[in-house]
């Protein structure tokens, strides 16, 4: 192989190396407020009995 296709693969896999190193570096957790927790939960449960309600309906 020349030595132009040895240069395409090393910067082709310094590339993804270097991408997937700043994606790990700049990841970090979200932190949620209790308040929007307490809302997420609330939605969920609202969803949950919305859910039950129709499948009562559809099994009667």
Same mark, same amino acid.
């Given at each position: ?9 090393? =910067? %082709?896999?310094? @590339? ?10 700049? %990841?970090?957790? @979200? ?11 609330? +939605?969920?449960?609202? =969803?949950?009995?919305?859910?039950? +309600? ?7």
């Amino acid at each position: 192989m020349p030595a132009i296709g040895w240069i395409f693969i090393v =910067l %082709a896999v310094g @590339m993804v190396l270097s991408s997937l190193l700043l994606l790990r570096d700049t %990841a970090h957790a @979200m932190p949620i407020t209790k308040e929007k927790m307490e809302k997420i939960k609330e +939605r969920k449960a609202e =969803l949950e009995a919305e859910e039950a +309600r129709e499948e009562e309906q559809k099994d009667p």
